[in-house]
């Protein structure tokens, strides 16, 4: 990302700004590229059909769920 890039600012509730450095830092990125990464993987879902979106998303909260679990234990 750019210096030039467009700046905005943005209000997060607490927990969800810990998760996204959690993920951050697993994935060694930056918070802003974190951000990124996972708005730009919803736009390229835009094209899967609505029953099988609804099967994706089931499944990755699932996994998102199975993986919180195991790390925060």
Known sequence: ?????PHFRLRLPED???R????AARNRRTMTSEIIARL???FSR???P????G?????????ITSLDK???R
Do not use: N, Y
Request: zero cysteines; a negative charge.
């Open 20 to 23: 996204i450095e959690d993920a």
């Open 1 to 5: 990302m750019a210096r030039q890039d």
């Open 50 to 53: 609505a029953d099988v979106k």
């Open 55 to 63: 099967i994706i998303d089931e499944f990755v909260h699932q996994l």
């Open 16 to 18: 969800l700004k810990s």
């Open 70 to 72: 195991k790390t925060s």
């Open 40 to 42: 730009e993987s919803t």
């Open 46 to 48: 835009e094209d899967v």
